[in-house]
């Protein structure tokens, strides 16, 4: 890894896609990159070295290792990196383990160069990048998992998002700051809440409802 540029781990077992996706990273300004063919081998590689490369870039098809239980050990280890996944796979089962794993951004191989380098800058910023036919899915699924919990429990489409900020973390005053409305309106809604739910606490209603958030 060279000094003075960005660190990036390349985990691909497809040799042609990794030679020439490290070559490009390489003959940058602002990137350095390391290739490993198999999950095993970079597990290895940081376990030893008690140190992980700033970015890492991971395919999901790895032999022994998936590249998505490679991104669960890894955050393990690590909680501080940032992984994004590089890959054909574009199904909402992977997309949402790979998320689930700790990936922060999940970006199409067929993605133009531009594109990817483009996610890697937006990654260093704080984002999560995404090709746009992956965030479209994350998008649709978010809508129907909100359609189908206010189907399961009755909720209006603000009780919902109100116990969606409950699951945050929010305080009542919190909440009514961000959706513009008192907090005794805010306290009316989730005494409706509990009501539907047939709870008596946040803790109860989150418990209930847990499997409608990621």
Do not use: W
Request: hydrophobic share 40%.
């Amino acid at each position: 890894m060279e000094e003075n540029k960005i660190s990036i781990a390349l985990v691909e077992d497809h040799y042609e896609f990794r030679e020439s996706m490290a070559s490009l990273i390489n003959l940058s300004k602002q990137y350095s990159c390391m290739k490993f063919s198999n999950s095993i081998d970079f597990l290895n590689f940081i376990k030893k070295k008690k140190k992980c490369h700033e970015i890492i870039l991971m395919d999901i098809n790895l032999p022994d290792i998936d590249g998505i239980e490679c991104t669960r050990q890894v955050k393990e280890i690590f909680p501080e990196s940032l992984i994004m996944m590089c890959t054909v796979y574009e199904d909402d089962e992977k997309i949402f383990n790979a998320l689930k794993a700790g990936a922060s951004g999940y970006m199409l191989k067929r993605a133009a160069i531009e594109e990817i380098f483009a996610s890697l800058e937006d990654l260093l910023a704080g984002g999560s990048p995404m090709s746009s036919v992956i965030a479209r899915k994350v998008v649709a699924s978010f809508a129907k998992r909100d359609m189908m919990y206010r189907n399961d429990y009755n909720l209006s489409v603000r009780e919902s998002e109100i116990l969606g900020l409950l699951a945050k973390g929010l305080r009542l005053k919190e909440i009514a700051d961000e959706l513009f409305i008192t907090i005794n309106t805010v306290r009316t809604h989730i005494r409706h809440i509990y009501e539907k739910l047939q709870v008596q606490s946040r803790i109860e209603a989150l418990n209930k409802t847990r499997h409608n958030f990621l």
